[in-house]
């Protein structure tokens, strides 16, 4: 179930470099192909994607002095000879005998200056600023043009985006489409970058595959092809599908039961709730294929194929505190949720010994501190101090790994945010991996089945909705997968 080295072939094209890398990929395809000729792929592609997508109007081009602005200067052209009417609007010129300059000069259309009041003359601007390597915040003169324009397309990048982060720069504008090369940054599907983005345009200029494999880069975009779901095959069993075990709290039993669902339904062989003295309150709503265990925990853990366990959701943290430590001493694979965030509040050393952690942005903040703009970062160094596969949940969930690696889920819909939708998520991931799945691996998975289970769960779903679609999402997964290796 590793990502050999045949499945990191077959997933390249979900990798998400950052700018810094980008700019490594773009040094390696320079060695193939001059960068004039990607710039000059680059500004026809953008015009192609206007040109499809937007009527023919008054546009407004504006270039920064990199290559980015090169991009413009092609755009601006490309489009002029389509019959558009296109004018340039030059935040700084380019750097003299660079390709970006041998772009601006080939444009023999208007020059307009860069202003605000021109910026709003025209019925489409396209922001050809600075792009997506922006590290610092812009000034109030460029910002002041951008709110001015009517309807933006941006290149690469809305301007004021950082393209690793998502995060805003001073300032960054809603843009209409964006128009990107390669492969798409982290800040594509971080937000907010992700959501000013707009549709966002995903285009091939011609930098090679070797040219990608050269950078080593450790961020994904999560989907399917990332990643494999066990097969279930003629020899299947029960036990061979997996064992969940979920502790149950005797305050908030509802949180356990939506987690045994969410592990059923995702397609673990078997699902049991640890109970202890408050067993008989899960049996009497309990359905017939839930097994309630009344037993002491140490006798429970005499059963060795019950390696897969999940421990806080509905937890008291004194209930927490009594079996969390005791599931790690007895060397289980243990998912960390709810009730153990605020068990390890401040403390995050209290979590070292989980496999998985799955803290919202909330709990997150209430053991590790407030991620600041670079969530991706913070989620890192969480997974490299507690030594746990970190899923920071939310509308853009990062999945992190003790071994630095990240995949970014955008396959998800706000109507997860509900109560009762994470404790669902912790049992979809116990039951990946307790099927086999390395953790990582069953972590994406399972955001991204979560995530696909509640886009086609209707409209204003709850918690109790989302196992229903389960099934359909793997499924489609499985799909997903055969696309990718064959």
């Known amino acids: 179930m590793t990502m050999d080295e045949t499945a990191r072939t077959a997933a390249r094209h979900l990798l998400l470099p950052t700018p810094d890398e980008m700019g490594r990929i773009d040094a390696a395809a320079a060695r193939h192909v001059p960068v004039a000729v990607l710039m000059e792929n680059a500004g026809r592609a953008v015009a192609r994607a206007i040109r499809r997508h937007m009527r023919p109007c008054r546009v407004l081009v504006l270039c920064g002095p990199g290559n980015n602005g090169g991009d413009g200067y092609v755009t601006a052209r490309r489009l002029a000879e389509e019959g558009w009417p296109v004018s340039v609007a ?20 208007p020059v307009v200056a860069f202003t605000p009041e021109n910026a709003a003359r025209f019925d489409l601007v396209v922001d050809a600023v600075f792009g997506a390597g922006l590290s610092r915040d812009i000034a109030p003169d460029v910002a002041d043009v951008l709110k001015a324009a009517p309807r933006l397309v941006a290149i690469d990048m809305p301007t004021g985006v950082d393209g690793a982060t998502g995060a805003v720069r001073g300032y960054a504008p809603q843009v209409e489409m964006t128009v990107t090369f390669c492969r798409l940054k982290p800040g594509h599907l971080l937000l ?24 080593p880069i450790r961020t994904w975009h999560n989907a399917p092809g990332l990643w494999r779901t066990p097969a279930c095959g003629p020899t299947s069993y029960k036990y061979s599908r997996g064992v969940v075990s979920i ?26 709730l640890a109970a202890g003295d408050g067993a008989e309150v899960y049996r009497m709503t309990a359905p017939p294929g839930l097994i309630v265990d009344s037993g002491a925990l140490d006798d429970l853990l005499r059963d060795t194929r019950r390696h897969v ?23 289980r694979d243990v998912i960390a949720d709810a009730g153990a965030f605020t068990m390890a509040a401040g403390q995050p050393d209290r979590l070292k010994g989980a496999a998985i952690i799955t803290p919202h942005i909330g709990e997150f903040s209430r053991v590790f501190g407030r991620p600041g703009p670079d969530r991706v970062a913070a989620a890192r160094q969480a997974a490299a101090r507690t030594g746990a596969v970190t899923v920071m949940k939310g509308p853009d969930t990062i999945i992190a790994s003790p071994d630095g690696r990240v995949a970014i889920n955008s396959h998800a819909t706000p109507m997860l945010g509900t109560a009762g939708s994470g404790d669902t998520l912790t049992g979809i991931i116990a039951a990946m991996l307790a099927a086999g799945m390395p953790r990582w691996d069953a972590a994406c998975a399972g955001v991204w089945m979560h995530g696909d289970a509640a886009l086609h769960a209707g409209e204003w779903p709850v918690a109790e909705d989302f196992d229903r679609h389960l099934g359909a999402a793997r499924a489609r997964a499985e799909a997903e997968v055969k696309k990718v290796f064959g």
């Open 309 to 331: 366990w999940v421990c806080g959701p509905g937890l008291s943290v004194d209930e927490v505190a009594a079996t969390f430590p005791a599931l790690v001493h007895a060397g």
């Open 247 to 272: 502790c149950g709290g005797r305050e908030m039993p509802g949180a356990a039961r939506l987690s045994a669902a969410g592990a059923r339904a995702a397609g673990a062989g078997l699902v049991r």
């Open 192 to 215: 907010p970058g992700h959501t000013l983005c707009g549709r966002t345009v995903l285009a091939d200029i011609g930098i090679g595959e070797d040219a990608v494999a050269s950078v």
């Open 90 to 109: 030059e935040m700084a010129p380019p750097h003299p005998g660079g390709d970006a300059a041998a772009a601006a000069a080939l444009w023999q259309g």
